[in-house]
């Protein structure tokens, strides 16, 4: 099943959008290296300044290559080009009553 990001947050926090320019700045481009590589990224930091992110187009599915925050970085190490896919067809989108119709009474 394909599941929406927003998923992700916890029950008590306000859904956040997969795409942070919504709630970012935009720095500039700048050049990161990495472990991966070295990667032409734009850089982007959180209106409240809580967080900076460098994206890249080249790096799938999210682009993050570097991530800092006051607790620490999140760095790419490594970049898997020759992936193969195991899903066959296509996904359906996730729907949670399903789930609930599942569950025994």
Known sequence: MEMPIEMMSM???KPRSADIREEA???GTETVTTPAGTFACE???M???SADFWVAEKV???GLVKMTTQDGTVTLTRLI???QTK???TPR????REMMRQQPE
Not at 93 to 96: G, N, R, S
């Open 11 to 13: 029950p008590d926090e």
């Open 25 to 27: 700045d935009r720095v």
């Open 43 to 45: 850089h982007y930091r």
């Open 47 to 49: 209106k409240d300044k």
């Open 60 to 62: 799938s599915p999210y």
């Open 81 to 83: 080009s020759n992936a």
């Open 87 to 89: 899903i066959k067809g």
């Open 93 to 96: 989108k996730f729907d949670p």
